[in-house]
């Protein structure tokens, strides 16, 4: 406040309304192999739909990647998605194909490859068709976009309500006979994206060939900016050698060369190579490793024979330095499917993985339903692992056991391929693997809450480790607003009256059994004021999960009181 010189009243706000925010602890991370989508770029999806629509549904290369990646959208509704590819390339229309992986890629790289190739690498891309009309175009009513075979009128009347023309921008320029607009079609050639030949997956209506056109809401309507910005299917590569005067503006050119027929373009040389390397997919991971930058909570991979252990420990990594957030990692599918010792097998897996307290492992594959071809498949359990974590985040909260009857439930299985008994349960259980088993009458269950650390400790529990990141993530970022402000007794206090209230909420919803804040003259001395430091203690009891129950039932002679053999 500055000082008054003269007499006055000078108003002043004070905020005294900050709180601990809410935090995210539900989100999922994975990096892995899929048909269709951009390569090396961060994508969320919500639903296993949303998946399938951004990144193609399933063949049997990326099958184990995709089931995997849905199943833990079977629990929760929010997964950051990174594509990975090896030796893939996109569909072109003179067919040389090219490698563009995502729209940054586009804009840095140069094309030589006809008028226009596909959005995304893969061989779906050779089943797009681009149908492009222009003003000139002859007998509009009667023009196909695909030829069938079996009669069918394929007519671009169908799609747009009448003949290109000349734009409105053109004529509130006064150039009323320019002839700019054309309409651009996306077409399903061979079906292999949508499930039936000849389906139209876009249509843009419409659009000019002058660079300077505008919408009227003074969007762009330059037919090159409509479709790079809003195709999910195609990019614009070049102009069709037809259009000479394409990408003029419409000052330059009171009339634009049209044609009399359909320019269409069968984009071809799109390929895939759907067996990323481990190096590949530990690349694909790197994207989510920044914490400041990116919001993730449960990272997850596809367990692959050739560099699981690898993959594993580059997961463990990433959670250990970011520090709030959990990787869940199964052991390798042949581990458990058709081998003679899986117990031993699993076992001799989670040995060789790094102790850590932000790391989980489960003990099977499971056989799951492969509707999009129909088949059954193995695939790794570590999706279902970390979406019960996103349920009980739903259905209780972070510091809730995953595991159990209650919430413990995995949803879509079909069978194990190792259900382990007692005997088993106890190697696993002591080589640091969540058991999976399936219970007759009781469904298929998380059987365990540990995580891979190897001492014991409070933190060798699921619960108690997200617990901990829950309360880390929300005090931290509140303590921001603590920044750059004096470390006097006023700050210390605003801090306590911040932290305080959010842990006996935590206390009420079960959480913590007690709690404590230090932050006073005791622990921030006159040295740590001096260099500029403030220092906060919180101690707190986390509430433990049930991992053992002991039941005793004693029978009594008739004549006994309960209270001669119970001490009560």
Same mark, same amino acid.
């Given at each position: 406040?500055?000082?008054?010189?003269?007499?006055?009243?000078?108003?002043?706000?004070?905020?005294?309304?900050?709180? =601990?925010?809410?935090?995210?602890?539900?989100?999922?991370?994975?990096?892995? +192999?899929?048909?269709?989508?951009?390569?090396?770029?961060?994508?969320?999806?919500?639903?296993?739909?949303?998946?399938?629509?951004?990144?193609?549904?399933?063949?049997?290369?990326?099958?184990?990647?995709?089931?995997?990646?849905?199943?833990?959208?079977?629990?929760?509704?929010?997964?950051?998605?990174?594509?990975?590819?090896?030796?893939?390339?996109?569909?072109?229309?003179?067919?040389?194909?090219?490698?563009?992986?995502?729209?940054?890629?586009?804009?840095?790289?140069?094309?030589? =490859?006809?008028?226009?190739?596909?959005?995304?690498?893969?061989?779906?891309?050779?089943?797009?068709?681009?149908?492009?009309?222009?003003?000139?175009?002859?007998?509009?009513?009667?023009?196909?976009?695909?030829?069938?075979?079996?009669?069918?009128?394929?007519?671009?009347?169908?799609?747009?309500?009448?003949?290109?023309?000349?734009?409105?921008?053109?004529?509130?320029?006064?150039?009323?006979?320019?002839?700019?607009?054309?309409?651009?079609?996306?077409?399903?050639?061979?079906?292999?994206?949508?499930?039936?030949?000849?389906?139209?997956?876009?249509?843009?209506?419409?659009? +000019?060939?002058?660079?300077?056109?505008?919408?009227?809401?003074?969007?762009?309507?330059?037919?090159?900016?409509?479709?790079?910005?809003?195709?999910?299917?195609?990019?614009?590569?070049?102009?069709?050698?037809?259009?000479?005067?394409?990408?003029?503006?419409?000052?330059?050119?009171?009339?634009?060369?049209?044609?009399?027929?359909?320019?269409?373009?069968? #984009?071809?040389?799109?390929?895939?190579?759907?067996?990323?390397?481990?190096?590949?997919?530990?690349?694909?991971?790197?994207?989510?490793?920044? +914490?400041?930058?990116?919001?993730?909570?449960?990272? /997850?991979?596809?367990?692959?024979?050739?560099?699981?252990?690898?993959?594993?420990? %580059?997961?463990?990594?990433?959670?250990?330095?970011?520090?709030?957030?959990?990787?869940?990692?199964?052991?390798?599918?042949?581990?458990? =499917?058709?081998?003679?010792?899986?117990?031993?097998?699993?076992?001799? /897996?989670?040995?060789?993985?790094?102790?850590?307290?932000?790391?989980?492992?489960?003990?099977?594959?499971?056989?799951?339903?492969?509707?999009?071809?129909?088949?059954?498949?193995?695939?790794?359990?570590?999706?279902?692992?970390?979406?019960?974590?996103?349920?009980? %985040?739903?259905?209780?909260?972070?510091?809730?056991?995953?595991?159990?009857?209650?919430?413990? @439930? #995995?949803?879509?299985?079909?069978?194990?391929?190792?259900?382990?008994?007692?005997?088993?349960?106890?190697?696993?259980?002591?080589?640091?693997?969540?058991?999976?088993?399936?219970?007759?009458? @009781?469904?298929?269950?998380?059987?365990? %809450?540990?995580?891979?650390?190897?001492?014991?400790? +409070?933190?060798?529990?699921?619960?108690?480790?997200?617990?901990?990141?829950?309360?880390?993530?929300?005090?931290?970022?509140?303590?921001?607003? @603590?920044?750059?402000?004096?470390? %006097?007794?006023?700050?210390?206090? @605003?801090?306590?009256?911040?932290?305080?209230?959010?842990?006996?909420?935590?206390?009420?919803?079960?959480?913590?059994?007690?709690?404590?804040?230090?932050?006073?003259?005791?622990?921030?001395?006159?040295?740590?004021?001096?260099?500029?430091? /403030?220092?906060?203690?919180?101690?707190?009891?986390?509430?433990?999960?049930?991992?053992?129950?002991?039941?005793?039932?004693?029978?009594?002679?008739?004549? =006994?009181?309960?209270?001669?053999?119970?001490?009560?």
């Amino acid at each position: 406040m500055a000082f008054q010189v003269s007499p006055g009243v000078q108003v002043q706000e004070i905020d005294a309304t900050n709180v =601990v925010p809410a935090v995210s602890t539900s989100i999922g991370g994975f990096a892995g +192999s899929f048909n269709w989508g951009p390569v090396d770029e961060i994508v969320t999806v919500s639903s296993e739909n949303e998946l399938a629509a951004k990144f193609g549904t399933p063949d049997d290369s990326t099958a184990k990647h995709f089931l995997v990646a849905a199943s833990f959208l079977k629990y929760g509704n929010a997964l950051k998605v990174v594509r990975v590819a090896s030796g893939h390339e996109n569909a072109t229309s003179d067919g040389s194909g090219q490698l563009i992986k995502n729209d940054e890629d586009y804009d840095n790289s140069s094309l030589s =490859v006809g008028s226009w190739i596909a959005k995304h690498p893969g061989v779906l891309g050779n089943s797009i068709k681009v149908g492009l009309v222009t003003a000139g175009v002859s007998n509009f009513s009667t023009i196909q976009y695909l030829t069938s075979s079996d009669g069918t009128k394929y007519l671009y009347s169908s799609i747009f309500d009448s003949i290109p023309g000349t734009s409105e921008y053109a004529s509130n320029l006064g150039k009323t006979s320019a002839a700019d607009e054309v309409h651009v079609v996306v077409i399903d050639e061979d079906g292999a994206i949508s499930g039936e030949v000849g389906t139209v997956l876009e249509s843009f209506g419409y659009l +000019s060939q002058a660079s300077d056109a505008k919408k009227s809401d003074g969007s762009s309507n330059y037919y090159k900016d409509v479709i790079n910005q809003q195709s999910a299917y195609i990019y614009w590569a070049a102009h069709d050698t037809n259009l000479t005067d394409a990408g003029e503006t419409v000052s330059a050119n009171t009339t634009f060369v049209t044609s009399t027929t359909a320019l269409t373009s069968s #984009l071809s040389g799109g390929s895939d190579d759907n067996t990323p390397t481990t190096g590949e997919i530990a690349l694909g991971f790197d994207l989510l490793e920044d +914490s400041e930058t990116e919001d993730v909570n449960l990272l /997850f991979a596809a367990p692959d024979a050739n560099g699981e252990e690898a993959i594993a420990e %580059d997961l463990i990594s990433i959670a250990s330095s970011r520090k709030d957030c959990m990787a869940f990692v199964s052991p390798p599918i042949e581990d458990t =499917v058709g081998s003679s010792t899986p117990a031993a097998d699993v076992k001799t /897996f989670a040995d060789g993985l790094t102790s850590s307290s932000y790391a989980s492992c489960d003990s099977t594959a499971l056989y799951v339903y492969d509707k999009y071809n129909d088949v059954y498949r193995w695939i790794g359990a570590a999706g279902h692992q970390a979406g019960l974590c996103a349920n009980t %985040d739903n259905v209780a909260d972070a510091w809730f056991s995953p595991a159990g009857v209650n919430r413990g @439930q #995995l949803l879509g299985v079909t069978k194990l391929a190792f259900n382990p008994k007692k005997a088993d349960r106890d190697t696993l259980y002591k080589a640091r693997v969540n058991p999976i088993v399936s219970l007759p009458g @009781q469904g298929t269950i998380l059987f365990g %809450d540990k995580t891979l650390l190897s001492r014991p400790s +409070s933190f060798d529990r699921i619960n108690v480790r997200r617990l901990f990141i829950t309360l880390e993530k929300a005090i931290s970022t509140a303590a921001k607003a @603590q920044l750059f402000e004096f470390n %006097d007794e006023f700050t210390r206090a @605003q801090f306590r009256n911040l932290v305080e209230p959010f842990l006996r909420d935590v206390k009420g919803r079960r959480g913590l059994t007690d709690f404590l804040v230090v932050c006073d003259n005791t622990n921030n001395t006159q040295a740590v004021i001096d260099g500029n430091k /403030f220092v906060a203690d919180i101690f707190v009891k986390p509430a433990r999960s049930i991992n053992f129950i002991s039941l005793s039932f004693v029978a009594t002679r008739s004549g =006994v009181e309960f209270s001669e053999i119970s001490g009560s």
